[in-house]
Structures are given as C-alpha cells and as structure tokens.
C-alpha cells in the first residue's frame, strides 16, 4: 500500500523552462512533507520541506505547493538547469520526531541543453 | 569531509554468507538509520537508533542484525544471505527523528548483489 506516490516515473524538460514534480499522497495524519534529490550512485540529498499548516514553501530557484485539500504535493523548479537532471523523491512523515519518513518511488528528471 | 560515510560501496558474495555493511557520521546526529531500496526503486526504512538505542523496526527478517556500538556509528550485518537480499543499502542520520520535518543525510550507498 503506497501512502506516497509519484506517478510520473520520468519527465523532461528544456533548460530554462519550469519542471512540475507531482507526488500524491493517502495518509491524512501526515504532517511533513520533503523533497529529496539524487544523483547515481550517490545518496539522496535533502532539497525542501513544507509543514502541513503552509500551502508555500520557497528557496531560490525551488517552491514547492501542498494542498491539503487534495492530499497532493507538487515541487517547481524555475529556470531549470542541467545540473537538475537527477532523481527527485517525495517523502512524508507523520507523528512527531519518531515518525518514520515515507518514500514515493520517485520521478526522474532530465533538463536537455 | 563526508558527512555519512559507509563501507564497502559495493558487495558482491554468494547466498547463505553473511557480511556487514559499516556506517560512520561526524554531523554529531543523535538519530541514525538504515534503508533498503530495492529493485522497484522504493526507499523502505529498516531500522533507526537514537543515541544507541533501537527506536523503529520495520518488518525485517532477523537475518538482519542492526548494532550500534556509539552514537556516530551503526552497523548492519546480514546472515544468510538470500536472492532477494540484493538491493542498495543507505545509511542516514538525523539531529533527531525522522518525523516533525528533520531531514536525514544520507550516505552514497551500499549496492548488495547475492548470486
């Protein structure tokens, strides 16, 4: 049973432009929600994190939305760039500082020249 | 300076082995933690120690033995080695636990193969 789910396994998109990394999620008690980047054969790397009392959450070039409403959760990167091509990971959390951090199966993105 | 090391980066050994896979962090964390992302490409926790002390354990066989001899280390060793034990292994910390929006550093990984 997938409480986090990005249903997008790949997406594409031309330097400059913006990406939108979608992840859903089924678990109404979740109060965390986190982006994770990763590049091969390295770790993934922390990149945002919204709490479940905002519908914003922006560092440089990286916002990301939640609406509560709709248990969906979208990541937007604006001007993409090369470097972004990478892994992206949604995970979430619920029930204090011992909850455990759930894991989408992640949306690989490529930013072409 | 790696923040969350962990040896070796690839395994490879034959079924019914056993072996260990060792994690180090200098970050000062109290939370450390093992995952296992498997050939569906889920990330699944596996274990988390706070200072020393077991806090989750997931639905893991007791083939897989979580040991933490000090707060910057946490070591996993496996026994028996099975087929379906082939996965890449990260280890994270945290300044605590995982929930309440605390992110975890990861290490690179450890890529498991059982033949």
């Known amino acids: 049973d997938q409480q986090v789910k990005q249903n997008s396994p790949s997406l594409s998109v031309q330097e400059g432009r913006i990406s939108i990394l979608n992840c859903d999620y089924t678990?109404?008690?979740?109060?965390?929600f986190l982006w994770y980047k990763k590049y091969p054969a390295e770790g993934p790397t922390f990149l945002i994190s919204i709490s479940s009392i905002k519908d914003k959450n922006e560092d440089g070039r990286f916002t990301v939305f939640l609406n509560k409403s709709a248990k969906h959760l979208s990541l937007h990167i604006v001007p993409s760039q090369p470097g972004d091509s990478a892994v992206y990971f949604c995970a979430a959390s619920a029930g204090g500082s011992q909850g455990n951090l759930i894991f989408g199966k992640g949306t690989k993105l490529s930013v072409k020249p | 300076d790696t923040a969350v090391s962990q040896t070796p980066k690839y395994l490879v050994t034959q079924m019914g082995n056993d072996k260990s896979i060792k994690c180090e962090q200098n970050?000062?964390?109290?939370?450390m933690y093992w995952y296992k992302q498997d050939s569906k490409k889920f990330l699944k926790i596996m274990f988390s120690?706070?200072?020393?002390?077991?806090?989750i354990n997931e639905t893991v066989p007791n083939r897989f033995s979580p040991k933490s001899p000090d707060k910057a280390h946490l070591n996993l060793h496996i026994n028996s080695l099975e087929l379906g034990d082939s996965a890449v292994y990260f280890c994270a910390s945290s300044p605590r636990g995982s929930g309440g929006g605390s992110p975890l550093f990861f290490g690179p990984g450890t890529r498991l193969t059982v033949l």
């Open positions: 120690y706070n200072n020393k002390e077991l806090i």
């Open positions: 678990n109404s008690m979740f109060d965390y």
């Open positions: 970050l000062g964390h109290d939370t």
